[in-house]
């Protein structure tokens, strides 16, 4: 990509601006059309939302988004929805025992809400402060017991089951660590307690070893930052077998949106791991030895997102895709959502910005950081951003599963585009947070906000 040397975040206030203002009557638009008894809201269909049953993992970014809209604008009304949909809607997901998801639902929403108390945007209130730390501490919990031990660690598998490690859970993995520093563990047999920054950390070692790549001979496809999206194990005696695809056109391609999440929460968990004392990692790992995993890994995968994107920053769905060869080194030509072969996944791109950012921030590396702010420039303007009234989708060009078919073709057109996705509007409301508080020179926006002591972390 063509990073653009000379940007900075108070060059994006006026399309930030443009995009809450967008942003509040999408939401506004779901809350009042859509029907709650398909289930959660997970992708459009020409412009409305629909839902699609294979898990419910959008549901926390449905209100964590009215959530977002609330910081970002002042408006009440919609951290009332917000608020009130946590409350009256969000309790199953707290004890979900079937998904590798919780990172996702409950920080957006109970971890947002205690944030904003943390932050001063909300009245402190000590029993209200006591039930959104309580949702957190069990939600790592529950997440943490999803467990299969292997020859050399372990992992939290996936809706798979348990022989299959998804790169996915590499930003779920957070509610453990946020479980943890509440002071929660989780219990097993015979009253064994299990340390959820233990499991956290070698969930986050399994995902660097065999979910991503470093160049260095593991096979034949071994590129430096490619990610596989699911790993299978051998659950009989722990050992890794193969990598694997869900989303992804192969085991031995990179599925994009897998890539943003490794790319994003390495760079979130190094922040955190970071800031904690060594005596956290007692009995677990080095602190060094976990940080320069870390670091390997968001830099790795960095180095692989600007290599692999188009020259405005964007991603297409999966850079094995059968018929991209068809559109010539599209390294060099800016993305084109609307070509005739392989669909863009513009969430990829909303997510890799954030980590892009955060990486680049945290080790002063401003190729990194302007990267970030690259590509959030192109998202904010067409043909990314939704300006149609009757559209609810905020960011389009999300691709939700290429290989399944389940994404919309709009009439006219060859290949799914126009469409939006629960994930990629929360993903890019979080996106536009974290540059309008780099813009106002506030703390820089991070899921931990929400503890106690975030501040001297």
Known sequence: M???????????????KNFWLLSGHKIKSIENEYDTSKGAPVFTVNGKYSSRGWTEWTEGFQ???????????????FLEIGRSKTLSKMAPHLTHIGVHDHGFNNISTYGNLLRFMKEGLIPQNDWEQHFYELALKNSGAIQASRWTNTVDGGYIYSFNGPHSLFVDTIRSVRILILSHLLGHQLKGENDQSINLLERGIKHILSTAKYNVYYGEGRDSHDVWGRTAHECIFNTNDGNFRAPNAQQGFSGFTTWTRGLAWALCGFAEELEIMQKLPESEFEGIINKAELIEVLMKGAEATCDFYLENSALDGITYW?????????????????????????????????????????????????TYLKAGLTIAETLLQEPYISSEESHQGI??????????????????????????????????RELAIQIGRMADNKTAYAFFNCLKDYRNL
Not at 2 to 16: F, R, T, Y
Not at 63 to 77: H, I, K
Not at 332 to 339: G, H, I
């Open 2 to 16: 063509q990073v653009k040397e000379d940007i900075a975040p108070d060059d994006l206030s006026g399309l930030l």
């Open 63 to 77: 209100y964590g988004s009215a959530l977002l809209q609330f910081e970002a604008t002042g408006d009440e009304e």
């Open 318 to 366: 999966d850079t094995g895709a059968p018929q991209l060869y068809k559109l010539g080194d599209y390294t060099k030509e800016k993305s084109n959502p609307y070509n005739k072969f392989e669909p863009i996944d513009s969430t990829a791109s909303a997510i890799s910005a954030q980590g892009l950012i955060r990486f680049g921030r945290l080790t002063g590396n401003e």
């Open 395 to 428: 960011l389009l060009h999300s691709i939700y599963h290429q290989p399944n078919g389940w994404d919309n073709i709009p009439s006219g057109q060859k290949i799914a585009c126009h469409e939006s996705s629960m994930w990629g509007d929360y993903h890019m």
